[in-house]
């Protein structure tokens, strides 16, 4: 049962004057309250409110610009690259997304470097904001070494999300966003904070044995899911969105970090499509084709992926975001202290 219920439009007051205090621009404090609250409205608790700690933690060790200004460039080629200045990454993916939905409408096919970002967040607003254009897209990057190799007993691999959406029209995107470890490094973390034992098969202890004890884990290293399957997809990520884009693997963020406690230093990879663009000359409506598909998924009483957060969000929209004492005390802690809270 909840104690406060506020909007998404309260809510993101709140969390942007938080971040303002806390000492970013008005750009980024309100590119992360976007995300944030995102995270928070559709009931996805380890990207929500919760992750505000730790990015005013990493404000207050130095370890992101504040107000850093993204610079967008692109050429003839099918690449938009921007340069977030060691800024968070939601406003340098805010300031090339319209480029890159202009360049993909001229080439049918064009990706987003991000260089030089710290990133914390969630991948499905952005693809999201790409869906909503009629365009679909995939968005990954790495993460600071906290997840072993299948087979290994040391961190190696960062939780390597990697997200996908397909544009619907009217209705909610195709969407998917997964970490390529089992679970969120955030979900461990709120296991801790809950004292409650992990899943089977969710990590290792600093000794390479199995735990399910959150604070052996932490210590030790996630799994990734599907054994060599998500090993390698996270290994993929590892090369795409951090080898050919001259920016740090995990291994390399977490040293240049120091910490896990910290929100880490990368890049990031977005590839958008134009489906109109790839299906010209060729018979059938690709979004009418792709709704046949979804519908023999439902059709078998399937479920598509991101139904669950789409329900909370239409829920939270419609009647608030609930928020227990102890996190709105938070919420007023942290907009009172700014970084002294951290």
């Not at 439902?298 to 789409?310: E, Y």
Request: aromatic share 6%.
């Amino acid at each position: 049962m909840s104690d406060t219920t506020l909007t998404h439009g309260e809510l993101h007051a709140i969390v942007m004057r938080i971040f303002e205090t806390g000492g970013l621009t008005p750009l980024h404090a309100a590119a992360l309250a976007r995300v944030i609250v995102a995270g928070e409205g559709d009931a996805c608790k380890s990207h929500g409110i919760y992750r505000i700690e730790g990015c005013l933690r990493t404000i207050k060790a130095g370890k992101v610009v504040p107000d850093a200004v993204p610079q967008v460039t692109s050429d003839d080629s099918a690449i938009v690259r921007v340069n977030a200045g060691g800024g968070f990454s939601n406003a340098a993916f805010e300031a090339g997304a319209p480029v890159l939905a202009e360049r993909c409408r001229a080439t049918g096919i064009a990706a987003m470097v991000i260089n030089d970002c710290t990133h914390f967040a969630a991948l499905w607003p952005e693809i999201e904001t790409l869906t909503d254009m009629g365009l679909a897209a995939m968005a990954m990057c790495p993460s600071y070494a906290s997840v072993a190799p299948s087979g290994g007993t040391e961190p190696l691999m960062g939780t390597n999300p990697f997200a996908f959406g397909w544009p619907r029209g009217e209705t909610n995107p195709y969407v998917f966003d997964f970490a390529t470890s089992v679970a969120a490094r955030g979900e461990i973390e709120l296991h801790r904070r809950a004292g409650t034992p992990l899943p089977e098969g969710w990590a290792i202890a600093p000794d390479g044995t199995s735990t399910t004890d959150p604070e052996a884990a932490l210590a030790g290293a996630m799994l990734p899911f599907g054994s060599h399957k998500g090993s390698a997809i996270s290994t993929m990520i590892e090369l795409l969105a951090a080898v050919m884009i001259g920016d740090l693997t995990s291994p390399e963020a977490r040293d240049a970090l120091g910490t896990l406690s910290l929100a880490p230093a990368h890049g990031e990879l977005v590839i958008v499509f134009d489906p109109a663009r790839f299906a010209a000359g060729r018979p059938g409506d690709p979004m009418a084709r792709a709704e046949q598909l979804f519908g023999a998924i439902l059709g078998q009483g399937a479920r598509l992926p991101s139904q669950r957060r789409f329900k909370a969000r239409a829920e939270t929209r419609a009647q608030g975001i609930p928020l227990t004492t102890t996190e709105k005390e938070s919420l007023d802690r942290l907009l009172a202290q700014g970084l002294d809270a951290v």
